[in-house]
Protein backbone atom coordinates (compact mmCIF):
# COMPACT_ATOMS: atom_id res chain seq x y z
CA UNK A 1 0.00 0.00 0.00
CA UNK A 2 1.68 3.55 -1.42
CA UNK A 3 1.11 6.55 0.40
CA UNK A 4 -0.55 9.00 -1.55
CA UNK A 5 0.25 12.71 -1.09
CA UNK A 6 -3.25 14.88 -1.51
CA UNK A 7 -2.84 17.10 -4.55
CA UNK A 8 -3.89 20.31 -3.16
CA UNK A 9 -0.87 19.46 -0.48
CA UNK A 10 1.60 19.23 -2.88
CA UNK A 11 0.52 22.07 -5.64
CA UNK A 12 1.19 24.44 -2.40
CA UNK A 13 5.02 23.76 -2.75
CA UNK A 14 6.56 25.51 -4.90
CA UNK A 15 9.06 23.76 -7.31
CA UNK A 16 12.40 25.34 -6.34
CA UNK A 17 15.11 24.88 -9.37
CA UNK A 18 18.47 26.00 -8.05
CA UNK A 19 21.57 26.51 -10.79
CA UNK A 20 25.41 25.01 -9.14
CA UNK A 21 28.00 23.90 -10.68
CA UNK A 22 29.89 20.53 -9.22
CA UNK A 23 32.61 18.02 -10.17
CA UNK A 24 31.51 14.84 -11.25
CA UNK A 25 32.09 10.60 -11.13
CA UNK A 26 30.37 8.24 -11.91
CA UNK A 27 28.38 5.44 -9.90
CA UNK A 28 28.31 2.06 -7.93
CA UNK A 29 27.81 -1.24 -9.67
CA UNK A 30 26.12 -4.14 -7.37
CA UNK A 31 27.54 -5.47 -4.49
CA UNK A 32 27.62 -9.45 -3.75
CA UNK A 33 24.67 -11.03 -2.25
CA UNK A 34 22.19 -8.39 -4.07
CA UNK A 35 19.86 -5.06 -0.63
CA UNK A 36 15.29 9.28 12.69
CA UNK A 37 18.88 9.24 14.28
CA UNK A 38 19.95 12.60 15.48
CA UNK A 39 23.67 13.59 15.33
CA UNK A 40 25.26 15.10 18.62
CA UNK A 41 28.50 16.38 16.07
CA UNK A 42 28.58 16.61 12.34
CA UNK A 43 31.08 14.70 10.26
CA UNK A 44 31.70 15.21 7.31
CA UNK A 45 31.11 12.24 4.75
CA UNK A 46 33.63 13.74 1.96
CA UNK A 47 37.33 15.33 2.33
CA UNK A 48 37.21 17.65 5.12
CA UNK A 49 38.11 18.72 8.42
CA UNK A 50 37.64 15.52 10.05
CA UNK A 51 38.15 14.33 14.06
CA UNK A 52 41.55 12.80 14.95
CA UNK A 53 39.36 9.89 16.24
CA UNK A 54 35.94 9.04 16.64
CA UNK A 55 34.39 7.02 19.81
CA UNK A 56 31.63 4.63 19.03
CA UNK A 57 29.26 3.01 22.58
CA UNK A 58 31.41 5.33 24.70
CA UNK A 59 34.20 2.84 25.24
CA UNK A 60 35.52 2.06 21.49
CA UNK A 61 37.49 4.76 20.33
CA UNK A 62 39.52 4.27 16.39
CA UNK A 63 41.68 6.80 14.99
CA UNK A 64 40.94 8.69 11.83
CA UNK A 65 43.30 10.00 8.75
CA UNK A 66 42.27 11.43 5.49
CA UNK A 67 40.14 7.83 4.69
CA UNK A 68 37.66 8.59 7.43
CA UNK A 69 34.02 9.55 5.67
CA UNK A 70 31.69 8.25 7.85
CA UNK A 71 28.65 10.95 9.40
CA UNK A 72 28.09 11.03 12.66
CA UNK A 73 24.38 10.32 11.90
CA UNK A 74 25.75 6.92 11.01
CA UNK A 75 27.48 6.42 13.98
CA UNK A 76 25.32 7.12 16.14
CA UNK A 77 22.88 4.54 14.73
CA UNK A 78 25.11 1.66 15.36
CA UNK A 79 23.81 1.26 18.74
CA UNK A 80 20.23 0.76 17.43
CA UNK A 81 20.35 -2.94 15.91
CA UNK A 82 17.07 -3.29 14.96
CA UNK A 83 17.55 -7.09 14.36
CA UNK A 84 17.96 -7.86 18.06
CA UNK A 85 14.75 -5.32 19.02
CA UNK A 86 12.09 -7.36 20.69
CA UNK A 87 8.73 -7.37 18.33
CA UNK A 88 10.57 -5.30 15.90
CA UNK A 89 9.71 -6.18 12.10
CA UNK A 90 13.21 -6.85 10.90
CA UNK A 91 13.75 -8.85 14.17
CA UNK A 92 10.78 -11.25 13.57
CA UNK A 93 11.72 -11.57 9.98
CA UNK A 94 15.21 -12.92 11.55
CA UNK A 95 13.58 -15.18 13.17
CA UNK A 96 11.37 -16.69 10.87
CA UNK A 97 14.32 -17.82 8.47
CA UNK A 98 16.17 -19.36 11.55
CA UNK A 99 13.88 -20.95 12.21
CA UNK A 100 14.07 -22.96 9.42
CA UNK A 101 18.09 -23.66 10.22
CA UNK A 102 17.42 -24.95 13.81
CA UNK A 103 20.62 -26.75 14.35
CA UNK A 104 22.54 -23.74 12.86
CA UNK A 105 24.85 -21.70 15.21
CA UNK A 106 23.53 -18.11 15.16
CA UNK A 107 25.52 -15.11 15.53
CA UNK A 108 23.31 -11.97 16.45
CA UNK A 109 26.13 -9.21 17.67
CA UNK A 110 28.79 -9.27 16.17
CA UNK A 111 30.30 -5.61 16.06
CA UNK A 112 29.97 -3.61 12.67
CA UNK A 113 33.25 -1.78 12.67
CA UNK A 114 36.01 -4.52 11.01
CA UNK A 115 39.17 -4.28 8.88
CA UNK A 116 39.67 -4.11 5.07
CA UNK A 117 41.17 -7.30 5.24
CA UNK A 118 38.14 -8.60 6.79
CA UNK A 119 35.77 -7.23 4.42
CA UNK A 120 37.78 -7.46 1.27
CA UNK A 121 40.79 -9.09 1.52
CA UNK A 122 39.61 -12.04 2.86
CA UNK A 123 37.04 -12.78 0.15
CA UNK A 124 39.47 -12.35 -2.45
CA UNK A 125 37.93 -8.96 -3.57
CA UNK A 126 39.89 -7.40 -6.38
CA UNK A 127 42.43 -4.49 -5.49
CA UNK A 128 40.63 -2.30 -8.10
CA UNK A 129 36.96 -3.37 -6.58
CA UNK A 130 34.70 -0.49 -6.62
CA UNK A 131 33.24 -1.79 -3.75
CA UNK A 132 36.64 -0.35 -2.21
CA UNK A 133 35.78 3.16 -3.18
CA UNK A 134 34.95 5.66 -0.37
CA UNK A 135 32.41 6.72 -2.15
CA UNK A 136 30.79 2.89 -1.73
CA UNK A 137 31.93 2.96 1.45
CA UNK A 138 32.09 4.01 5.20
CA UNK A 139 35.75 4.52 6.31
CA UNK A 140 37.17 5.33 9.46
CA UNK A 141 41.00 4.89 8.31
CA UNK A 142 42.47 3.35 5.92
CA UNK A 143 42.22 -0.24 7.64
CA UNK A 144 39.10 0.49 9.21
CA UNK A 145 35.54 0.44 7.57
CA UNK A 146 31.86 -0.09 8.93
CA UNK A 147 31.15 -4.02 7.36
CA UNK A 148 29.59 -3.56 3.96
CA UNK A 149 27.85 -7.03 4.29
CA UNK A 150 27.62 -10.23 6.60
CA UNK A 151 30.70 -11.87 4.61
CA UNK A 152 33.05 -10.12 6.34
CA UNK A 153 32.64 -12.63 9.05
CA UNK A 154 32.91 -15.42 6.75
CA UNK A 155 36.38 -16.16 7.17
CA UNK A 156 36.29 -15.93 11.22
CA UNK A 157 33.52 -17.88 11.54
CA UNK A 158 35.15 -20.77 9.32
CA UNK A 159 38.12 -19.99 11.07
CA UNK A 160 36.17 -20.62 14.91
CA UNK A 161 34.89 -23.77 13.23
CA UNK A 162 32.53 -23.87 16.60
CA UNK A 163 29.54 -25.59 14.08
CA UNK A 164 29.08 -27.40 10.87
CA UNK A 165 26.30 -24.53 9.72
CA UNK A 166 26.17 -21.18 10.77
CA UNK A 167 23.86 -17.57 10.13
CA UNK A 168 24.91 -14.20 11.12
CA UNK A 169 22.53 -11.51 10.90
CA UNK A 170 24.10 -7.91 11.28
CA UNK A 171 23.36 -3.93 10.44
CA UNK A 172 25.58 -3.60 7.53
CA UNK A 173 26.76 0.07 5.95
CA UNK A 174 27.06 1.53 2.10
CA UNK A 175 26.90 4.57 1.14
CA UNK A 176 24.20 4.77 -1.48
CA UNK A 177 21.39 6.16 -3.69
CA UNK A 178 18.03 7.91 -1.51
CA UNK A 179 14.51 6.48 -2.22
CA UNK A 180 12.31 4.49 -0.52
CA UNK A 181 13.89 1.23 -1.44
CA UNK A 182 17.41 2.41 -0.01
CA UNK A 183 19.15 3.21 3.37
CA UNK A 184 22.55 3.75 4.47
CA UNK A 185 21.75 1.38 6.86
CA UNK A 186 20.11 -1.93 6.39
CA UNK A 187 20.42 -5.81 7.61
CA UNK A 188 21.69 -8.80 5.91
CA UNK A 189 21.67 -12.72 7.23
CA UNK A 190 24.95 -14.51 5.88
CA UNK A 191 24.15 -18.43 5.87
CA UNK A 192 26.69 -21.26 5.59
CA UNK A 193 27.07 -24.76 5.71
CA UNK A 194 30.11 -27.01 5.44
CA UNK A 195 31.31 -31.00 5.74
CA UNK A 196 34.34 -31.95 7.37
CA UNK A 197 36.07 -34.88 4.54
CA UNK A 198 38.18 -35.64 7.48
CA UNK A 199 35.39 -36.41 9.82
CA UNK A 200 33.85 -39.15 7.39
CA UNK A 201 34.56 -43.07 7.96
CA UNK A 202 36.25 -45.05 5.34
CA UNK A 203 33.05 -46.69 3.72
CA UNK A 204 31.29 -42.84 3.51
CA UNK A 205 32.22 -40.62 0.94
CA UNK A 206 31.47 -36.64 1.24
CA UNK A 207 28.94 -37.01 -1.54
CA UNK A 208 27.16 -40.07 0.02
CA UNK A 209 27.18 -38.09 3.83
CA UNK A 210 25.52 -35.16 1.80
CA UNK A 211 23.01 -36.34 0.10
CA UNK A 212 21.82 -38.33 3.62
CA UNK A 213 21.42 -34.42 4.91
CA UNK A 214 19.56 -33.97 1.78
CA UNK A 215 17.32 -36.33 3.20
CA UNK A 216 16.22 -34.58 5.83
CA UNK A 217 15.41 -31.31 4.78
CA UNK A 218 11.68 -31.08 4.64
CA UNK A 219 9.72 -31.68 1.31
CA UNK A 220 7.44 -29.09 -0.64
CA UNK A 221 5.04 -28.70 -3.38
CA UNK A 222 6.63 -25.41 -4.89
CA UNK A 223 7.48 -24.86 -8.69
CA UNK A 224 11.24 -25.34 -9.12
CA UNK A 225 12.29 -24.27 -12.43
CA UNK A 226 16.31 -24.91 -12.66
CA UNK A 227 17.14 -25.01 -16.73
CA UNK A 228 20.96 -24.34 -15.83
CA UNK A 229 23.34 -27.29 -15.02
CA UNK A 230 24.85 -26.92 -11.96
CA UNK A 231 28.36 -25.67 -12.95
CA UNK A 232 29.60 -24.41 -16.55
CA UNK A 233 32.95 -24.19 -17.23
CA UNK A 234 32.53 -20.56 -18.56
CA UNK A 235 29.48 -19.03 -17.12
CA UNK A 236 29.71 -21.01 -13.92
CA UNK A 237 32.69 -22.57 -13.25
CA UNK A 238 33.55 -25.66 -11.05
CA UNK A 239 36.35 -25.36 -8.93
CA UNK A 240 39.33 -27.10 -9.78
CA UNK A 241 40.23 -28.93 -6.10
CA UNK A 242 36.23 -30.01 -6.06
CA UNK A 243 34.91 -33.41 -7.73
CA UNK A 244 31.28 -32.38 -10.01
CA UNK A 245 29.68 -35.35 -7.82
CA UNK A 246 30.70 -33.64 -4.45
CA UNK A 247 29.39 -30.45 -6.04
CA UNK A 248 26.21 -31.86 -7.30
CA UNK A 249 25.40 -33.04 -3.57
CA UNK A 250 26.41 -29.65 -1.97
CA UNK A 251 24.42 -28.11 -4.63
CA UNK A 252 21.10 -29.72 -4.08
CA UNK A 253 21.73 -29.32 -0.30
CA UNK A 254 21.80 -25.53 -0.64
CA UNK A 255 18.99 -25.21 -2.99
CA UNK A 256 16.17 -27.38 -1.03
CA UNK A 257 17.25 -25.39 2.17
CA UNK A 258 16.75 -22.11 1.15
CA UNK A 259 13.59 -23.19 -1.22
CA UNK A 260 12.44 -24.27 2.28
CA UNK A 261 13.27 -20.99 3.48
CA UNK A 262 11.64 -19.39 0.29
CA UNK A 263 8.32 -21.70 1.09
CA UNK A 264 8.35 -20.34 4.71
CA UNK A 265 8.50 -16.89 3.87
CA UNK A 266 5.88 -16.78 1.23
CA UNK A 267 3.23 -18.71 3.27
CA UNK A 268 3.63 -16.22 5.88
CA UNK A 269 3.33 -13.38 3.14
CA UNK A 270 0.32 -15.18 1.57
CA UNK A 271 -1.76 -15.66 5.08
CA UNK A 272 -1.14 -11.88 5.41
CA UNK A 273 -1.92 -10.44 2.78
CA UNK A 274 -5.35 -12.92 3.24
CA UNK A 275 -5.77 -11.70 6.31
CA UNK A 276 -5.74 -7.59 4.73
CA UNK A 277 -8.47 -8.77 2.70
CA UNK A 278 -6.67 -9.57 -0.73
CA UNK A 279 -7.44 -12.19 -2.77
CA UNK A 280 -4.94 -14.57 -4.48
CA UNK A 281 -4.94 -14.42 -8.22
CA UNK A 282 -4.53 -18.14 -8.21
CA UNK A 283 -5.08 -19.67 -4.56
CA UNK A 284 -4.57 -23.45 -5.92
CA UNK A 285 -1.69 -22.36 -7.57
CA UNK A 286 1.98 -23.67 -6.55
CA UNK A 287 4.50 -21.34 -5.35
CA UNK A 288 7.27 -20.90 -8.51
CA UNK A 289 10.91 -19.90 -7.98
CA UNK A 290 13.59 -20.34 -10.27
CA UNK A 291 17.47 -20.77 -10.10
CA UNK A 292 19.56 -18.10 -12.09
CA UNK A 293 23.40 -18.55 -12.42
CA UNK A 294 25.25 -15.59 -11.18
CA UNK A 295 28.63 -14.15 -10.09
CA UNK A 296 30.00 -13.29 -6.96
CA UNK A 297 34.09 -12.93 -5.96
CA UNK A 298 33.90 -15.87 -2.74
CA UNK A 299 31.34 -18.08 -4.35
CA UNK A 300 31.66 -20.83 -7.47
CA UNK A 301 29.36 -21.71 -9.06
CA UNK A 302 26.82 -19.37 -7.71
CA UNK A 303 23.47 -18.69 -7.87
CA UNK A 304 20.32 -16.39 -7.33
CA UNK A 305 17.11 -17.30 -6.20
CA UNK A 306 13.77 -15.61 -7.78
CA UNK A 307 10.16 -15.95 -6.57
CA UNK A 308 7.21 -14.78 -8.66
CA UNK A 309 5.23 -13.11 -7.05
CA UNK A 310 2.50 -10.47 -7.40
CA UNK A 311 2.74 -10.92 -11.20
CA UNK A 312 6.77 -10.59 -11.59
CA UNK A 313 9.62 -12.40 -10.64
CA UNK A 314 11.53 -11.14 -7.46
CA UNK A 315 15.19 -11.54 -6.76
CA UNK A 316 15.29 -12.74 -3.26
CA UNK A 317 18.89 -13.68 -2.41
CA UNK A 318 22.39 -15.05 -3.72
CA UNK A 319 24.61 -18.12 -2.65
CA UNK A 320 26.84 -20.86 -3.90
CA UNK A 321 29.49 -23.02 -3.49
CA UNK A 322 32.26 -21.64 -1.39
CA UNK A 323 35.60 -20.77 -2.37
CA UNK A 324 37.79 -23.46 -1.10
CA UNK A 325 40.98 -21.04 -0.49
CA UNK A 326 38.78 -19.13 1.58
CA UNK A 327 38.69 -22.03 3.58
CA UNK A 328 42.37 -23.21 3.47
CA UNK A 329 43.27 -19.33 4.68
CA UNK A 330 40.56 -19.45 7.28
CA UNK A 331 42.86 -22.82 8.70
CA UNK A 332 40.11 -25.55 7.68
CA UNK A 333 41.27 -26.76 3.98
CA UNK A 334 38.96 -29.75 4.89
CA UNK A 335 35.77 -28.55 5.09
CA UNK A 336 33.65 -27.53 1.52
CA UNK A 337 30.04 -26.17 1.47
CA UNK A 338 27.80 -23.35 0.74
CA UNK A 339 26.93 -20.46 1.61
CA UNK A 340 24.20 -17.69 1.20
CA UNK A 341 23.28 -13.87 1.45
CA UNK A 342 19.87 -12.21 2.00
CA UNK A 343 18.47 -8.59 3.21
CA UNK A 344 16.54 -8.84 5.77
CA UNK A 345 14.59 -5.61 4.83
CA UNK A 346 13.34 -6.75 1.47
CA UNK A 347 11.98 -9.96 3.21
CA UNK A 348 10.05 -7.77 5.81
CA UNK A 349 8.54 -5.41 3.45
CA UNK A 350 7.22 -7.96 1.42
CA UNK A 351 6.23 -9.56 4.33
CA UNK A 352 4.37 -6.91 5.87
CA UNK A 353 3.57 -4.80 2.86
CA UNK A 354 6.04 -2.00 4.34
CA UNK A 355 6.25 1.07 1.43
CA UNK A 356 9.03 3.07 2.64
CA UNK A 357 12.53 1.66 4.19
CA UNK A 358 12.72 3.92 6.50
CA UNK A 359 9.71 3.60 8.59
CA UNK A 360 12.02 0.61 10.36
CA UNK A 361 13.86 3.46 11.51
CA UNK A 362 11.41 5.15 13.19
CA UNK A 363 10.24 4.91 16.80
CA UNK A 364 6.56 6.24 16.11
CA UNK A 365 4.16 3.41 18.43
CA UNK A 366 1.86 3.71 15.69
CA UNK A 367 4.13 1.97 13.60
CA UNK A 368 5.99 -0.20 16.03
CA UNK A 369 2.93 -1.25 17.81
CA UNK A 370 1.57 -3.36 14.60
CA UNK A 371 4.09 -6.00 15.06
CA UNK A 372 4.33 -8.77 17.53
CA UNK A 373 6.45 -12.06 17.37
CA UNK A 374 3.88 -13.74 19.12
CA UNK A 375 1.05 -13.11 16.86
CA UNK A 376 0.87 -14.17 13.30
CA UNK A 377 2.41 -11.67 10.73
CA UNK A 378 -0.41 -9.13 9.60
CA UNK A 379 0.42 -6.37 7.14
CA UNK A 380 1.00 -2.88 7.52
CA UNK A 381 -1.49 -0.37 7.85
CA UNK A 382 -0.28 3.34 7.20
CA UNK A 383 -1.12 5.29 10.03
CA UNK A 384 -0.97 8.65 7.79
CA UNK A 385 -0.63 10.20 4.39
CA UNK A 386 1.59 12.70 4.58
CA UNK A 387 2.08 15.25 1.40
CA UNK A 388 5.16 15.23 -0.72
CA UNK A 389 7.50 18.28 -1.64
CA UNK A 390 9.39 18.16 -4.93
CA UNK A 391 12.71 20.98 -4.92
CA UNK A 392 15.38 20.22 -8.03
CA UNK A 393 19.12 21.92 -7.51
CA UNK A 394 20.66 21.63 -11.08
CA UNK A 395 24.57 22.53 -12.04
CA UNK A 396 27.50 22.01 -14.07
CA UNK A 397 29.95 19.99 -13.71
CA UNK A 398 33.52 21.12 -14.24
CA UNK A 399 34.90 19.99 -17.59
CA UNK A 400 38.08 19.19 -15.72
CA UNK A 401 36.48 16.15 -13.65
CA UNK A 402 35.85 12.82 -14.61
CA UNK A 403 32.64 11.38 -14.87
CA UNK A 404 33.29 8.14 -14.38
CA UNK A 405 35.34 7.69 -11.72
CA UNK A 406 35.02 7.92 -8.14
CA UNK A 407 36.98 8.35 -4.44
CA UNK A 408 39.45 5.35 -5.46
CA UNK A 409 41.85 4.05 -2.61
CA UNK A 410 44.15 5.52 -4.68
CA UNK A 411 42.33 9.11 -5.53
CA UNK A 412 42.28 11.53 -2.13
CA UNK A 413 41.95 14.72 -4.53
CA UNK A 414 39.16 16.81 -2.41
CA UNK A 415 37.74 18.11 -5.94
CA UNK A 416 37.12 14.27 -6.66
CA UNK A 417 33.20 13.91 -6.85
CA UNK A 418 30.46 11.15 -6.92
CA UNK A 419 26.76 10.85 -7.13
CA UNK A 420 27.12 9.31 -3.68
CA UNK A 421 28.41 12.27 -2.58
CA UNK A 422 25.25 14.56 -2.91
CA UNK A 423 23.01 11.63 -1.69
CA UNK A 424 25.40 11.64 1.58
CA UNK A 425 24.92 15.91 2.12
CA UNK A 426 21.31 15.10 1.84
CA UNK A 427 21.05 13.09 4.48
CA UNK A 428 23.59 14.64 6.56
CA UNK A 429 21.54 17.68 6.43
CA UNK A 430 18.10 16.26 6.15
CA UNK A 431 18.06 12.79 7.77
CA UNK A 432 15.05 11.16 6.74
CA UNK A 433 12.89 13.85 5.83
CA UNK A 434 14.38 12.92 2.90
CA UNK A 435 12.45 10.37 1.00
CA UNK A 436 14.38 10.74 -2.04
CA UNK A 437 17.16 12.04 -4.65
CA UNK A 438 17.39 11.51 -8.54
CA UNK A 439 19.00 13.19 -11.37
CA UNK A 440 15.88 13.97 -13.73
CA UNK A 441 17.78 15.58 -16.65
CA UNK A 442 21.40 16.06 -18.00
CA UNK A 443 22.57 18.14 -20.86
CA UNK A 444 25.55 19.12 -22.75
CA UNK A 445 26.16 22.57 -24.00
CA UNK A 446 26.88 21.89 -27.84
CA UNK A 447 29.76 24.92 -27.58
CA UNK A 448 31.23 24.28 -24.47
CA UNK A 449 30.73 20.71 -24.04
CA UNK A 450 29.91 21.14 -20.18
CA UNK A 451 27.89 19.00 -19.05
CA UNK A 452 24.63 19.84 -17.06
CA UNK A 453 23.07 17.71 -14.38
CA UNK A 454 19.37 17.89 -12.48
CA UNK A 455 18.29 16.36 -9.14
CA UNK A 456 15.15 16.06 -7.60
CA UNK A 457 14.71 15.89 -3.78
CA UNK A 458 11.48 15.05 -2.69
CA UNK A 459 11.07 15.89 1.26
CA UNK A 460 8.24 13.73 3.23
CA UNK A 461 8.07 13.06 6.89
CA UNK A 462 6.47 9.56 8.05
CA UNK A 463 5.14 11.20 10.84
CA UNK A 464 3.54 14.91 10.17
CA UNK A 465 3.27 17.50 7.46
CA UNK A 466 6.30 19.57 6.43
CA UNK A 467 5.33 23.39 5.97
CA UNK A 468 6.43 25.14 2.89
CA UNK A 469 8.86 27.31 4.69
CA UNK A 470 10.58 24.71 6.35
CA UNK A 471 11.15 22.47 3.22
CA UNK A 472 12.59 25.53 1.75
CA UNK A 473 15.13 25.79 4.38
CA UNK A 474 16.13 23.00 4.44
CA UNK A 475 16.75 22.69 0.87
CA UNK A 476 18.45 26.37 1.11
CA UNK A 477 21.02 24.53 3.72
CA UNK A 478 21.37 21.47 1.72
CA UNK A 479 22.55 23.75 -1.26
CA UNK A 480 24.95 25.51 0.73
CA UNK A 481 26.47 22.39 1.54
CA UNK A 482 26.96 21.08 -1.70
CA UNK A 483 28.90 24.68 -2.03
CA UNK A 484 30.52 24.44 1.11
CA UNK A 485 31.60 20.43 1.16
CA UNK A 486 31.47 20.17 -3.24
CA UNK A 487 33.43 23.39 -3.89
CA UNK A 488 30.14 24.05 -6.14
CA UNK A 489 29.12 27.74 -7.38
CA UNK A 490 25.94 29.24 -8.28
CA UNK A 491 25.59 29.25 -12.48
Known sequence: MMWIAPAAAVASCRLSCTSL???????????????????????????????????????????????????????????????????HPIAITRQLIE?????????????????VEQNFDSLGFPADHIGRSRTDTYYLNKDTVLRTHTSAHQADTFRANESAGYLISADVYRRDAIDR?????????????????????????????????????????????????????????????????????????????????????FNAASRAAVAAGETPASPDEPLKVRWVEAYFPFTSPSWELEVFWQDDWLEVLGCGIVKQDIM??????????????????RIAMLLYSIPDIRLFWSTDARFLSQFSSAAPIRRFVPFSKYPTCFKDVSFWLRSSSSAAGGLSRNALSPVDFHENDVMEIARDVCGDLVEDVRLVDEFVHPKTGRKSLCYRTNYRSLERTLTNDETNQLHERFRQQLVEKLGVELR
Open 181 to 265: SHYPIFHQMEGAMTWDRDSLDASTSLKQAVWADVAKIPAHSIDVEDASPTSHPERNPLQECHSAEEVEAIAAHLKRSLEDVVVAI
Open 99 to 115: SRFPNYKCHNTLFPVVT
Open 21 to 87: RIISRGSPTPWPWLFSVRCVRRVSSIPGTTPKEVTIEKDKVYKTDEWMNTPSTILSAIPRRLHLQQD
Open 328 to 345: SHAGVPNRLGWAFGLGLE
